[in-house]
Nanobody
Framework: QVQLVESGGGLVQPGGSLSLSCAVS????????MGWARQAPGKERELVAA???????YYVDSVKGRFTISRDYAKNTVILQMNSLKPEDTAVYYC??????????WGQGTQVTVSS
């Protein structure tokens, strides 16, 4: 059984910062990719950032220069540092992991609200 446990999120003013963390536990052979997606009300879920084991990263254009993804390989953890937050970043953020020989898994989601 694989579990993704997210922490962080909450309410922040525009221009502020938040950090999201996600830890993977359970029967894990090897994690290939970890990342974060988000879904705003009435919109489709979109991949925000991801990091492949080895360091290759992906960012959606709208967050480039503001968000940074990192991984702690020893702890099977991925962190999303979000700076200069905008109201349009408001969404439920979901942690994602692709585990070799097992498949793709999602966290339960954490709300991020950017509002004054």
């Amino acid at each position: 059984q694989v579990q993704l446990v997210e922490s962080g999120g909450g309410l922040v003013q525009p221009g502020g910062s938040l950090s999201l963390s996600c830890a993977v536990s359970g029967s894990i052979f090897s994690i290939n990719t970890m990342g974060w997606a988000r879904q705003a009300p009435g919109k489709e879920r979109e991949l925000v950032a991801a990091m492949v084991t080895g360091g290759t990263t992906y960012y959606v254009d709208s967050v480039k220069g503001r968000f940074t993804i990192s991984r702690d390989y020893a702890k099977n953890t991925v962190i999303l540092q979000m700076n200069s937050l905008k109201p349009e970043d408001t969404a439920v953020y979901y942690c994602n992991a692709y585990i070799v020989r097992s498949g793709q898994y999602w966290g339960q989601g954490t709300q991020v609200t950017v509002s004054s």
